[in-house]
C-alpha cells in the first residue's frame, strides 16, 4: 500500500514532485491489482465495496486533504485532483466514498473549535469514522437557505427533528456535517443556519437506499433525524449563525472534486474508445483510420485536454489561497460536460457494443450525468461564473 507522502515544510500544501509521482503511482498499482479487477461485478449488482475502502483507508486516502498535524496527508488540492483524476478514469463512484467524508472534514479543520479538531479529525483521517456531508432536503437542494430540518437547544443538547435526502455513504457512514435551522425566523435566512458534527445514535435512522441509474456501490438515501439529541459541543465552531458559510466554505474543492472526476470520466472514456477503435475492422481496415472515427477522437482529446487544464487552474488557485469560486466553477462546468459528451461519442464507436453490459463503457454513459447535476447544477454554474466574471471586469 502507499505510505503517505513528505510534504515540504515551508509550505504546508506544497508536495515534493518526486514524492507525488511515487503516490500516483502507487494508486496505479492498487488500481491494477484491487480495483479493475471487481468493478464490472460490483457495478452491475450495486456492491459495496467493503475491501476497497478498507484498502483506501489503509492508503489514507480519508484523510487526504486533512492537516498532517491530525493525522491525515494534507495533500495540496492539486496532487488531490490528479488521484481522484486517476481513479474515475476506471471507477469514479468509489471516489465519492472519501470526497463527500472529506468535505465534512473539511469544515471541521476549518471552522471547528480546537477541541472539536482534537476529537474528530484524527479519526476522520484514520477511516475509523467516515461519513460525509448532510444538506439536501427533499424540498431544498440548490437552494439551501429553504431547509425545514431544525435544532432547538435544550439544556447541554440540542434535540433535532427533519430528513435529509440523496446523502452519499448514508448507509454505510457514521457521521455527518448536518446543516439546521437553529433559528427559523432568522432574516436573512442564512444568519438563522448551524452545521453540527451528527454521529449516529437514538434518534438517527436511514431510509432506504436510492436505486440509482448510475453511480452505483455508493450508497445514496435518507437521514432521518426524530428527536435527535446531539451535545452542544458538537456544534461546529460552538456557535449559532455560521453553518451557510461553513457549509458553501468547502463547495470550491468539492467543484475542484466533482471536475477532477469529470475529467476522470472523459479520459477514461477516450482511452476506451481509443483501444476499440484500433481493435475494430471494417472495410479491411481499423476503424482509427476511417475519417469519422478520427474527427471523434479530436474532439474528444481535446475536451478531455482542456477539461484538465481548467481543473488543475482551479486547484493551483485553491493552493494558493485565492477566492476560485469562478475558477472551480468553470472547471465544474466544462470537465462535467466533456464527461458526457466523451462517454457518449465513446458509445456511437462502440456501435452496438456499446449497449452491452459486457463492456466497460456504458458504466461511464450512466455515471456521468451525474457530474452535471452534483454539487451545484450547471445551470447554476454559469450564472456563478457570470456573476463572478463580471464582478472581476467593472466596466
Known sequence: MASAPALMADQGRTIDPDEEAAFLDAIDRWLERSVI????????????PAKLVDEMAEMGLFGATIGQEYGGLGLPATTYAKIVM??????????????????????VERFGTPAQKAKWLPKFASGEIRGGLALTEPNA?????????????????????????????????????????TDAEASPRYKGMSLFIADKRNGFTTGKKFDKLGYKCIDSAELI?????????????GVEGQG?????????????????????????????????????????KPIAEHQAIQLKLGEMVTRARAA??????????????????????????????????NSQEAMRIYGGYSYSKEYDIERYYRDSML????????????????????KRNPA
Request: with cysteine; net charge negative.
Open 37 to 48: 479487477p471487481v468493478v464490472m461485478h460490483h457495478d452491475h449488482n450495486d456492491l459495496w
Open 86 to 107: 486517476r481513479i474515475s478514469s476506471y471507477w469514479m463512484a468509489i471516489t465519492g466514498i472519501f470526497n463527500s467524508h472529506l468535505i465534512m472534514a473539511a469544515a
Open 141 to 181: 437542494g440548490t437552494d439551501l437557505q429553504a431547509i425545514r430540518t431544525v435544532a432547538r437547544r435544550d439544556g447541554d443538547d440540542y434535540v433535532i427533528d427533519g430528513t435529509k435526502t440523496w446523502i452519499s455513504n448514508a448507509l454505510n457512514g457514521s457521521c455527518f456535517a448536518l446543516l439546521v435551522k
Open 225 to 237: 433525524f426524530d428527536n435527535y439529541r446531539v451535545p452542544s459541543d458538537q456544534l461546529i465552531g
Open 244 to 284: 451557510f458559510f461553513q457549509a458553501t466554505g468547502g463547495l470550491e474543492l468539492g467543484r475542484i472534486n466533482v471536475a477532477a472526476r469529470g475529467v476522470g470520466l472523459a479520459e477514461g472514456s477516450l482511452r476506451l474508445a481509443t483501444e476499440y477503435a484500433q481493435q475494430r475492422h471494417t472495410m479491411g
Open 308 to 341: 484538465r487544464l481548467l481543473t488543475m487552474d482551479a486547484a493551483e488557485a485553491y493552493d494558493r489561497g485565492e477566492r476560485c469560486d469562478l475558477e472551480a466553477g468553470m472547471a465544474k462546468y466544462f470537465a462535467s460536460e466533456a464527461a458526457v459528451e
Open 371 to 390: 457530474m452535471c447535476i452534483g454539487e451545484g447544477t450547471n445551470e447554476m454554474q454559469r450564472i456563478i461564473i457570470a456573476k463572478q466574471w463580471v
